[in-house]
């Protein structure tokens, strides 16, 4: 079972549209990081979340973090080409097995066409 | 900012050989540090954790003889993959804790390996 439950996993739209990627877990974290990784690259930090309701923006780019701690999204208003990318979630879980090491999402692939 | 690289980006081995891949932390400290390994399209799975000065902690599957991690410094840490085999291509990323904010990790571009 995976701990982050992030969705879609695709999302293909045109250029202009808006969207939300959603990562969400049964477990509480302590912090929750979005990354965006092109290929053949590493992931690329885009925010850090930590306290529950938090929302940090970031130009087009909206981050929240659920109240419980528990889940979070992000939202990008007026997607354009340069969007497209691999979008990660990912968090340090408060108690478990993987307490201390950051657990990732499945991933969503986006596709903004131009 | 904060810095890893990683090297080589890209290498090719023939079947039976090792390979190290190196991962530094540029401009911070580093207590710990990750190995991942990611298959196309996929999200990153992580193999083991790595701190300064002690022995390294394998995920469950990963076995920790072919994959050898050794963390000498604040700001290096190696995989060697030992008698490579084709099943062992992947893309292998490192990443690293800052020693100064834990809750952030910054992650290295990535090693391409390719065992033929």
């Known amino acids: 079972t995976q701990l982050l439950e992030q969705s879609p996993q695709f999302l293909s739209i045109q250029e202009g549209e808006n969207l939300t990627v959603y990562c969400n877990s049964s477990s509480v974290f302590s912090s929750l990081q979005w990354y965006r990784q092109e290929p053949g690259e590493g992931p690329v930090l885009l925010v850090t979340?930590?306290?529950?309701?938090e929302v940090k923006k970031l130009k087009r780019l909206t981050f929240q973090f659920g109240d419980a701690r528990k889940d979070s999204s992000l939202h990008i208003t007026a997607a354009q080409p340069g969007d497209t990318g691999l979008y990660l979630c990912?968090?340090?879980?408060?108690?478990?097995?993987?307490?201390?090491?950051?657990?990732f999402g499945q991933g969503t692939i986006l596709t903004v066409h131009p | 900012g904060a810095v890893v690289s990683q090297h080589p980006s890209r290498v090719i081995c023939k079947s039976g050989t090792s390979v190290k891949i190196e991962c530094r932390s540029l401009?911070?400290?580093?207590?710990?540090m990750f190995w991942y390994r990611q298959f196309p399209k996929q999200s990153l799975m992580l193999m083991a954790t790595?701190?300064?000065?002690?022995?390294?902690?394998?995920e469950q599957g990963v076995e920790k003889d072919k994959f050898l991690i050794n963390h000498a410094s604040l700001t290096l840490s190696t995989l060697t993959v030992t008698s490579a085999h084709p099943e062992d291509s992947s893309f292998y990323i490192c990443?690293?804790?800052?020693?100064?904010?834990?809750?952030?990790?910054?992650f290295g571009p990535g090693t391409r390996l390719t065992v033929t």
């Open positions: 790595s701190n300064e000065g002690s022995k390294a902690t394998y």
């Open positions: 979340v930590v306290t529950g309701g």
């Open positions: 990443s690293a804790r800052r020693r100064d904010r834990a809750s952030e990790q910054y």
């Open positions: 401009d911070f400290q580093a207590t710990t």
């Open positions: 990912a968090g340090h879980p408060s108690r478990g097995t993987s307490y201390g090491k950051l657990t």
